[in-house]
């Protein structure tokens, strides 16, 4: 049976791979008029835009997060999540100080 401190380790070494590739495979590009695009370098398509550039970054970590629970499966996620909650004195699931928060909303396409 993994440790907390090991499955920490997994779960932290996965999330940040996976991230770094979400971010490399979506980029943001000009579009015209002090807009842009994001596309996706794997499928050569336009995933979003054209946008503020604020948007377009936040659209890329939002799609990078998602990459990451689809990496994790759910099982990991959960039992991470529990683990947590478990160790937490205040009862309260709380969130990693390094977790992103994004407070932003953005205008739909």
């Given at each position: 049976m993994k440790t907390n401190?090991?499955?920490?380790?997994e779960v932290t070494a996965l999330m940040a791979?996976?991230?770094?590739?979400?971010?490399?495979?979506?980029v943001i590009g000009p579009a015209s008029g002090n807009k842009f695009w994001v596309v996706d370098l794997r499928e050569k398509?336009?995933?979003?835009?054209?946008a503020s550039g604020d948007e377009c970054r936040l659209f890329?970590?939002?799609m990078?997060?998602?990459?990451?629970?689809?990496?994790?499966?759910t099982e990991r996620v959960a039992d991470a999540?529990?683990?947590?909650?478990?160790?937490?004195?205040?009862?309260w699931m709380a969130l990693p100080s390094w977790w992103?928060?994004?407070?932003?909303?953005r205008r739909p396409c």
């Open positions: 401190e090991q499955i920490i380790q791979t996976t991230w770094l590739a979400a971010c490399e495979r979506r398509v336009g995933l979003f835009g054209p890329v970590h939002r990078a997060a998602l990459d990451v629970l689809r990496e994790l499966g999540s529990l683990k947590v909650a478990n160790n937490n004195e205040s009862g992103p928060t994004i407070t932003t909303t």
